[in-house]
């Protein structure tokens, strides 16, 4: 079965500094997606940023880019240039390829300092 | 980029009655549509995933009888929780999937509250 590990349960970050979140997966397929999810107070999930695990570059939106590290099945979100409004609860999520199941991690808070 | 509209965002109902959760895809057909259950601060916890015209599909310890699904059109998909009691409270969001596609667009949400 696809699991899905964030380990910081909470981070913390400065206004306008840099910050990174992390996740692994473990899985048998060799084509799938993994994305990145925001939700901030307002519940609404958001989508952040994804990855084809076929393609080995980076995936990159704007302020937000991913260290894909397909052997070692790691997927961290950097975001840079932080903002008050990054602040949220933040998961990462896999999908196979043709199949149904979004797996989730567990998340993790971000915070945002002024 | 696709919609999904959930209503209602929020409902308070009294122990033992049913209340009804619809979700709807407004500019795209969702052959899929997924339920998920999130307790504070924790992850989203998959309780099924319908099809459109088929039966759900529920995940191991979800109560089939108790969590109503019906997905009958490519744009609308409905949870029902039936006799409904305070460990029933929780937030409720959908998902949405359309053909050939591998992202998901989520709802607003329901928050559910059972006296």
């Known amino acids: 079965a696809q699991t899905v590990t964030q380990s910081q349960p909470e981070m913390s970050v400065q206004e306008a500094e840099t910050v990174t979140l992390s996740c692994t997966y473990d899985?048998?397929?060799?084509?799938?997606?993994l994305f990145w999810y925001k939700q901030p107070p307002s519940r609404q999930m958001i989508l952040v940023i994804r990855?084809?695990?076929?393609?080995?570059q980076n995936a990159t939106e704007n302020r937000f880019s991913v260290n894909f590290q397909k052997a070692a099945k790691s997927f961290s979100l950097k975001i840079s240039d932080s903002q008050l409004g990054d602040a949220a609860m933040y998961f990462c999520?896999?999908?196979?390829?043709?199949?149904?199941?979004?797996?989730f991690g567990a998340g993790t808070i971000l915070r945002v300092k002024s | 980029g696709a919609v999904v509209s959930q209503h209602p965002s929020r409902v308070i109902c009294k122990s033992g009655t049913s209340v009804k959760i619809e979700c709807r895809s407004l500019?795209?057909?969702?052959?899929?549509m997924f339920w998920y259950r999130q307790f504070p601060k924790q992850s989203l916890m998959l309780m099924a995933t319908?099809?459109?015209?088929?039966?759900?599909?529920?995940e191991q310890g979800v109560e089939k009888d108790k969590f109503l699904i019906n997905h009958a059109s490519l744009t609308l998909s409905t949870l029902t929780v039936t006799s409904a009691h305070p460990e029933d409270s929780s937030f409720y969001i959908c998902?949405?999937?359309?053909?050939?596609?591998?992202?998901?667009?989520f709802g607003s949400g329901t928050q559910l509250s059972v006296l």
């Open positions: 500019d795209f057909q969702a052959t899929t």
């Open positions: 998902s949405a999937r359309g053909a050939a596609d591998e992202k998901l667009f």
């Open positions: 899985t048998s397929e060799s084509d799938y997606y």
């Open positions: 990855q084809e695990a076929y393609k080995q």
């Open positions: 319908s099809n459109e015209g088929s039966k759900a599909t529920y």
């Open positions: 999520a896999y999908l196979v390829e043709y199949g149904n199941k979004l797996v």
